[in-house]
């Protein structure tokens, strides 16, 4: 099959969606399609080294460039929206003087993975698979307190979402002539068959390679400490201090350890949350550390603890899971959607006090039950192997077969 992506970012050996759109290219292109990857230049150097490396005869990276004066407004936090929908224009451009060579069969957007952004590429008029995408959710008013004073910026988020669903005609054209519409969660796919899409599926767009994995799952033996870890960026939507608030409500006698691995805009307030929620002595921040270190973390911790209150799919989610570790996190968006009831305890999102309350008891259930945490981690382990990027990407090959005039491929995967 010749298989146009677009993966407005891309990068080899990147987590998040830089890793997303990289791994729907290099791995759709193992199955043994002839494929074009339109992505930026953000990655150049990167790319170009991993594709040599590689030596795939049918990978095919186009990078597409944009006027300086519009690069300029990527290093802005809102000025991503502008630079995404000038990319836009100009990956059609290169697409459509591609497809007159080429004659793709198939076209498929994988970043970035935000429907509300849609994508220029139903204007070649081939089959057209959209996501996996995300976008849909909001963080709950009611905790708008763990925001501070990101919350003005997480109120634009939300209107500009609005209005590019109502303005931007790349949105409705996208859905009304996508082939499939697959979204992350639930949030989204409301929102997509608002917006018109014709068969929204729900598709889970974080997956790990498969050396990811320890060979059995690890199998905890309980000690007088509980040691919990955090991971992610400081970012106020990853909802850090609703986990220390929670810890700082849990019984005096239980002994903790929680171990922050991550920096990010909310830097300067870690040290305040730690004095401010009595943590001090039980938390453990090391900032931004190598990955061999964040792997090393979740093979010594008992249980992953991440209440983010606005994710798409969170991918330390299912690392966690990876390594056995029992989960605990909010029934809210993308840990709703991804973790396993049976893996984890999902606490409602109802009030700060509630939820904080709920939090407090679902880490001392756990202290008290060693062989639940063991249960619910092998749950985990099971599901993460379910989620690789060869059987994600051979899920979306039989897909592909059912909406192009072209069979699927047969699996023999490259080396």
């Not at 049918?58 to 004066?69: G, R, T, Y």
């Not at 069969?105 to 089959?127: A, E, F, Y």
């Not at 989204?188 to 018109?196: I, L, Q, V």
């Not at 201090?241 to 002994?255: D, I, Q, Y």
Request: aromatic share 12%; hydrophobic share 40%; with cysteine.
């Amino acid at each position: 099959m010749k298989l146009l992506i677009s993966a407005y970012a891309c990068e080899p050996n990147r987590g998040t969606e830089l890793g997303n759109g990289w791994n729907w290219a290099l791995n759709s292109a193992k199955l043994g399609h002839e494929v074009w990857c339109l992505t930026t230049v953000e990655g150049k150097e990167n790319i170009e080294a991993e594709v040599k490396k590689l030596a795939l005869p049918n990978l095919h990276i186009v990078f597409v460039e944009v006027p300086k004066l519009i690069d300029l407004a990527f290093k802005y936090h809102l000025g991503f929206y502008l630079h995404y929908v000038v990319w836009q224009q100009y990956a059609f451009r290169k697409a459509k003087a591609l497809d007159k060579n080429v004659d793709f069969d198939l076209v498929h957007h994988v970043t970035i993975g935000s429907l509300q952004l849609g994508t220029s590429l139903w204007r070649l008029n081939k089959p057209l698979f959209f996501g996996p995408a995300g976008g849909g959710q909001s963080a709950p008013k009611a905790f708008r307190k763990y925001f501070y004073k990101w919350w003005k910026e997480e109120v634009a988020r939300s209107l500009i979402s609005k209005l590019l669903l109502a303005i931007n005609p790349d949105v409705k054209k996208t859905m009304r002539y996508a082939s499939l519409v697959l979204t992350t969660n639930e949030d989204t796919y409301y929102m997509a068959s608002k917006a018109g899409a014709l068969n929204p599926q729900m598709f889970l767009d974080t997956s790990l390679p498969e050396d990811f994995f320890p060979t059995t799952c690890p199998v905890r033996t309980p000690t007088e400490t509980l040691k919990i870890l955090w991971v992610g960026r400081l970012f106020a939507r990853k909802g850090l201090p609703v986990v220390l608030e929670a810890l700082s409500r849990v019984r005096p006698e239980l002994k903790f350890e929680l171990t922050i691995l991550g920096d990010g805009l909310m830097h300067d307030f870690v040290p305040q949350w730690i004095q401010e929620y009595k943590l001090t002595g039980k938390v453990t921040w090391k900032g931004l550390v190598p990955w061999e270190e964040v792997q090393e973390a979740y093979t010594k911790h008992d249980l992953f603890m991440f209440c983010s209150l606005r994710d798409s799919s969170p991918a330390q989610f299912l690392e966690a899971m990876a390594y056995g570790l029992p989960i605990i996190t909010l029934d809210l968006h993308g840990g709703k959607a991804l973790v396993p009831d049976a893996a984890s305890i999902k606490v409602p999102v109802s009030s700060p006090e509630q939820t904080s309350y709920e939090l407090a008891r679902a880490v001392e259930r756990l202290y008290d039950n060693p062989n639940l945490r063991n249960q619910m981690g092998k749950v985990g382990y099971n599901f993460a192997k379910t989620q690789t990027w060869p059987i994600k990407t051979k899920h979306i090959n039989n897909l592909y077969g059912k909406y192009s005039s072209v069979e699927p491929q047969g699996f023999t995967v490259l080396p």
